[in-house]
């Protein structure tokens, strides 16, 4: 267990430096900040100075690798546009980011999982139907669409619900739906067929034939090995909650991570999209992480595996 748990978080590491590698090569190659924070019409001299100021004459393997190092550290730079730290900008919009991913992870696992699992145990019926129809609708239509799409239902047609904005709880309202929708699509489908292969085995028609009752065939046998496929989107899901409200808080001019993320990408501030991008990445990481130990500890062939 211990040589699968290793060679797990040495795959993590190995991910995240890749990701912060390939986005300090891109962002650097998509533009030059003092461009964009100075203006066009500033002379040469303003930005060579400014350039100087921040490292960028220097040659892109030693900015690298004083990244790199300034990282190990726990420095994760300082914003161009606003002069302070990198790190203390994205932690101030972490409150607001989760007032939207966490209700929104939370209706994807209170609807998309039952609605799948009912839907498998009553197969072909119109309740079934229903559901498949619903969640094809549901993780089909890209977030940005739907989030306009309520917009137009509820806040300009029916003018229930804020458009935008934070002000009170009813703001969070179309967000954390346009979050959900698309999982809650998700996980109903994926629950559906995992529940449907799980109740054709051999071992729950044994169960069956022992007289078990059906809520103890389903509760029992039937949904914990349906779990395991299920656990794979709902670790990814968790580790692309940040990413995922990226295009929401955009649409919504929701004052947290994503939005913070549009606005540095526009503005070339080259340390805050670093460390949101770190940020998303290690989120990502860590719960296949969790995902892949939880396989382990649920299966331990897979641990087997690992050792050779």
């Not at 267990?1 to 990701?19: E, G, Q």
């Not at 065939?217 to 656990?231: D, S």
């Not at 947290?256 to 993320?261: A, D, M, N, V, Y």
Request: hydrophobic residues 55%; glycine residues 8%; proline residues 5%.
């Amino acid at each position: 267990m211990i040589r699968f748990v290793l060679t797990r978080l040495f795959r993590a590491l190995i991910t995240i430096l890749a990701v912060v590698t390939f986005a300090f090569v891109v962002l650097r190659m998509s533009g030059d900040p003092a461009q964009v924070m100075l203006g066009p019409d500033v002379p040469q001299e303003s930005i060579d100075a400014f350039r100087a100021a921040w490292g960028l004459d220097q040659p892109l393997w030693i900015q690298y690798l004083a990244y790199i190092k300034s990282i190990f550290t726990g420095d994760f730079g300082v914003s161009m546009r606003d002069k302070a730290s990198a790190l203390q900008l994205v932690i101030e919009r972490v409150p607001a980011t989760l007032q939207l991913t966490i209700p929104a992870l939370l209706l994807k696992l209170a609807i998309g999982i039952p609605a799948g699992v009912y839907a498998a145990l009553h197969r072909q019926s119109s309740i079934d139907r229903g559901v498949i129809l619903a969640a094809i609708f549901g993780f089909t239509i890209p977030s940005f669409v739907m989030g306009l799409l309520l917009v137009l239902i509820f806040s300009v047609i029916l003018g229930v619900l804020p458009s935008g904005g934070q002000d009170t709880w009813m703001h969070g309202i179309l967000p954390t739906l346009t979050m959900s929708i698309g999982g809650i699509g998700i996980l109903a489908r994926f629950s559906r067929s995992a529940m449907i292969e799980v109740m054709g085995q051999p071992y729950i028609r044994t169960a069956s034939a022992k007289g078990l009752k059906w809520p103890d065939v389903v509760w029992r046998h039937a949904l914990p090995n349906a779990a395991v496929p299920i656990v794979t989107i709902v670790g990814f899901m968790v580790g692309s909650l940040i990413a995922g409200a990226v295009v929401v808080e955009s649409i919504f001019s929701w004052p947290g991570i994503g939005r913070l993320l549009v606005v540095s990408v526009t503005n070339r501030d080259l340390a805050v999209v670093q460390c949101i991008l770190l940020i998303i990445a290690a989120a990502m990481v860590f719960s296949n992480l969790v995902v892949d130990l939880l396989y382990g500890w649920l299966d331990p062939r897979l641990r087997t595996q690992a050792a050779h």
